[in-house]
Every structure is written in structure tokens, then in C-alpha cells.
């Protein structure tokens, strides 16, 4: 069964306090390692897709990266603005031809 | 494009009542998701459909649960009849080819 596992549950940052989020899979034959961004009563929103190892994509004071087993969200010098729950997400293809299974996510606080 | 849209954003019923959710998804994607998210199990896949047709509905909790997609831009998740267990914020997503989901803002389900 495709299994993805999100860690910390929680992280509390100060501002400027860079960090790194965790997400593991297991999925078989991956497609694609995706992460949104979600905010309170807000759907989650598109950050990126990985689609093979050594991949890494930037947007702002983010950046993802992919190895076979697991994806990093990492957070440099990060704002207030930044506080959302991050979700990563795995495509694993085959019979299960565009599902996502999503981790549980990480709540990000980032305080001035 | 104006996104992933839903109806009604908000929705108070009562025990037993039938409620009806609405989706409109981006206009040329062939994908479209049903998710339900509670605090205790995240974010869940109810069913999806590819070119309207139902692919996967095995995260559909039971038979008072059913979702249609007549055509490519309007889809429905109906729950008849409603409980107290079934209050959730309940979101559509859209995607192209299996790609990144692009979802709506959900519509927040409380049922008394």
C-alpha cells in the first residue's frame, strides 16, 4: 500500500530561522512527489512537483528536493507570512493513474 | 482561468437531511477529485473521475455517499441521508493528463 509520512507534525521557527520539512514514501513506481501549501479555511495550494532523484525546484525562500526515498521542504530565512500546513503528496501511477496520497502534513509557525 | 470552483462555501443541515455538493473544475482539465478533511484523519480521496467517468470510488465511506459528473465542467457529491459524523470540509480538485491538482476552497459541511 502506498504509505507517505510527514515529520515534524509541528514546527515552531523564528523569524529568519531556516529549517527543513520531511516527507517519506512508499509508493511504487513513482510519477511525481508533489507539495502544497494550505491555509487556515483556504484549499491547499500548488508549490511543486519532483519527478526523479537529485531533482530540486525553488520558489522564494523554498526549495524541494527529491532522493528515492523521501522529499525535503526547506525553508530559508523564513517570514511570518510563511506559517501554513505544508502537504506533500506521491502520484504512484500504474492502476492508481492520477491519485494522490497525501501525508498528514506539517503545521509551520514562524513568529516575528 | 478562475479556478476550481465550489457551492456553497458554507452549509448547515440537519440530521437526515440530503445535501448536495457542487464542483466546476478548470476548464480542459480530464481530472477531478472529491476529498473530505477532518483534524482526526487529514485530508481523504472519496472518488475520482477521469474524461467523467468514476475511476476509483474506494474512499467512499458507504452507500449514503454518491458523486456524478454528467459532463466535463460540473460534478456532484450527494450525501442522503446527512449525519453529525459527516461534518467536514469536503474540496474538489481538477487536473490535466494526472498531473498537479489545482483544488477549489472547499465547502465547510456542519451537520446538527
Known amino acids: 500500500e502506498d504509505q507517505v509520512t510527514q515529520s515534524p507534525e509541528a514546527l515552531r521557527l523564528q523569524e529568519g530561522e531556516s529549517s527543513s520539512l520531511n516527507c517519506s514514501y512508499t509508493v511504487s513506481g513513482l510519477r511525481g512527489l508533489f507539495w502544497y501549501r494550505q491555509d487556515p479555511g483556504k484549499g491547499p495550494e500548488f508549490l511543486f512537483t519532483?519527478?526523479?532523484a537529485g531533482e530540486e525546484k525553488e520558489k522564494e525562500r523554498l526549495k524541494a528536493t527529491l532522493t528515492k526515498k523521501e522529499s525535503f521542504l526547506h525553508i530559508t530565512a523564513p517570514k511570518p507570512e510563511d506559517s501554513a500546513t505544508y502537504l506533500c503528496a506521491a502520484h504512484a501511477g500504474g492502476t492508481s493513474y492520477g491519485k494522490l496520497t497525501f501525508g498528514q502534513g506539517t503545521i509551520l509557525t514562524v513568529h516575528p | 482561468d478562475a479556478g476550481v470552483i465550489q457551492s456553497p462555501r458554507h452549509e448547515v443541515t440537519e440530521m437526515g437531511q440530503e445535501v448536495t455538493l457542487r464542483c466546476k473544475p478548470i476548464?480542459?482539465?480530464?481530472?477531478l477529485f472529491w476529498y473530505r478533511q477532518t483534524m482526526m484523519r487529514g485530508l481523504e480521496l472519496l472518488i475520482y473521475?477521469?474524461?467523467?467517468?468514476?475511476?476509483?470510488d474506494s474512499g467512499m465511506p458507504e452507500d449514503r455517499f454518491s458523486a456524478k459528473m454528467p459532463n466535463a465542467s460540473f460534478s456532484t457529491l450527494k450525501i442522503q441521508p446527512s449525519e453529525p459524523r459527516d461534518s467536514a470540509v469536503y474540496f474538489c480538485a481538477s487536473s490535466e493528463r494526472g498531473n498537479e491538482q489545482y483544488f477549489g476552497p472547499g465547502t465547510r459541511l456542519t451537520v446538527t
Open positions: 476548464s480542459g482539465h480530464d481530472y
Open positions: 519532483l519527478y526523479s
Open positions: 473521475f477521469n474524461n467523467n467517468v468514476p475511476i476509483d
